[in-house]
């Protein structure tokens, strides 16, 4: 089970930090990630973090400006958001998978947990 917090709304330039504590099967996946939809849109993966050497990777749009990190003992994924624009304003969704590869994680598909996802609106 993936369970988001953090949901809010700034304005322009503001930060914001989301968290998702897992839960359940957190032995068996070797990533997470942040993905966001805005309305209108299709999902689009944000920010990943592997479990084996810690890569992390990001989508061009948000690099510089939001940084993944994972919280191992207590199992929490945090997203931190800095810089925030309006074009940020989306439905976060944290999501896990178990077999996914570096080149993969932009893949929704790839992914096998979903939270159900938490609101971030930028003005």
């Known amino acids: 089970q993936l369970v988001e917090s953090g949901a809010g709304s700034v304005e322009a330039g503001g930060s914001v930090r989301l968290s998702c504590t897992a839960s359940g099967y957190t032995d068996s996946v070797n990533v997470m990630g942040w993905w966001r939809q805005a309305a209108g849109k299709d999902r689009e993966g944000v920010a990943a973090?592997?479990?084996?050497?810690?890569?992390?990777y990001y989508a061009d749009s948000v690099k510089g400006r939001f940084t993944i990190s994972k919280d191992n003992a207590n199992n929490v994924l945090y997203l931190q958001m800095n810089s925030l624009k309006p074009e940020d304003t989306a439905m976060y969704y944290c999501a896990a998978g178990e077999r996914v590869s570096g080149g993969d994680w932009r893949q929704a598909a790839a992914y096998d947990y979903w939270g159900q996802g938490t609101q971030v609106t930028v003005s």
């Open positions: 973090i592997y479990s084996n050497y810690g890569n992390v």
